[in-house]
């Protein structure tokens, strides 16, 4: 099982699964457009693991799904989640990915197929506002912890998934090397019968 971690009382899953090859070369031939602020290239097709080409890679991202939402989260199994939308990223030399958060999903995750050293942390951020403390007052601390961090980072590696709220304001650091940076972000979003009584909601 992967571990977690709860910066900011948000509840991070990490594990690593193995690359497989023959989709890593499908990965490769895929077509690309350029984003829209032009850090990054990603591919066409927005619905990526529902190819085919990424049958084993899916089903593997589901049973991950499983640990994180109900091993370790506890949801009931009533409340299904399923895929939104999923797609890969490359980013060359110098490209990054700006601070944001991912609408219209509940869980949002990412998994590296190639990820070589330098080639760009995930950042995890707090807005100050929601810090424990005042924004108002900057706060001195003798070394930064989880507990006390307004952002949290890991370096990824190859075969590294993670989980994570899709509320949760990330970036993706510079990459600095010269080799290609390939991942799979994806989405997902919750259906189910929710609360009881007057509070009750199916989706």
Known sequence: MGRLIVPFGYPIYINQIDVNKKEFECVKKEKYVTMENKTAFYTENKKILNSKNYKSLKKKVFEELEIY?????????????????????????NHFGQRHSHFNSIISGVYYFKAPKNSGNIIFNIEPNKMPFSPTVKLDFEEHTIENSDEFFFEPTDGLITFFPSTLVHRI?????????????????????????EGELII
């Open 69 to 93: 939402t109900r091993d370790i989260l506890k949801i009931k199994k009533h409340q299904r989640f399923y895929l939104t939308s999923s797609w890969i990223n490359k980013h060359e030399e």
């Open 173 to 197: 650091g510079i990459n600095k090397q010269k080799e290609l940076r390939y991942s799979l972000a994806f989405n997902f979003f919750v259906k189910g019968i929710f609360g009881t009584q």
